[in-house]
């Protein structure tokens, strides 16, 4: 598991070029804030997450598979991840910014770019600090 990156994964770039290419500027990787956010939009108090189905549990995903082998660990494991993802988006709520979520398959497919930036120009102009996936 030390080989599995925590930034600068291949989803994420992908991510933070199209959103470059749409003129929006960013930060990435913000420590002072809980999570890390991928992505940190500053000015507009908005972070985005870009998860892994697999290590985030995306409900419903054909990439969200439990191994056959070890299940009890693997359980334990995949349930603090989502409970610290819980926390986290949270504690960024707590604190102003509104927290948008995207999906490895969503990156994938390419259709996070049918949404995402309505959702960010949508999250600007309300006062909601609700999560977004």
Same mark, same amino acid.
């Given at each position: /598991?030390?080989?599995?990156r925590? !930034?600068?994964?291949k989803?994420?770039i ?5 959103l ?6 960013y930060r ?10 991928d992505? %940190? /939009? ?8 870009v998860?892994g ?14 191994? !056959? ?7 334990? !494991?995949?349930?603090?991840n989502?409970?610290r993802?819980?926390?986290?988006? !949270? ?7 509104? %927290?948008?979520?995207?999906w490895?398959?969503? %990156?994938?497919?390419?259709t996070?770019k ?5 959702r960010? /120009?949508n ?11």
């Open positions: /598991m030390a080989s599995i925590d !930034k600068d994964t989803p994420e992908q991510v933070r070029k199209y470059f290419s749409q003129r929006f500027r990435l990787h913000r420590h002072d804030l809980p999570g890390k956010p992505i %940190v /939009m500053p000015g507009r108090k908005l972070v985005i997450f998860n189905c697999y290590w985030h549990r995306h409900s419903g995903c054909r990439l969200a598979y439990t191994p !056959k082998s070890n299940i009890e660990f693997w359980n334990a !494991k995949f349930d603090d989502v409970q993802d819980i926390k986290n988006h !949270k504690d960024l709520q707590a604190l102003g910014y509104r %927290v948008i979520v995207i490895e398959c969503e %990156v994938r497919s390419g996070y049918n949404w995402i930036i309505q960010i /120009m999250k600007c102009q309300t006062s909601d600090n609700s999560e977004i996936t």
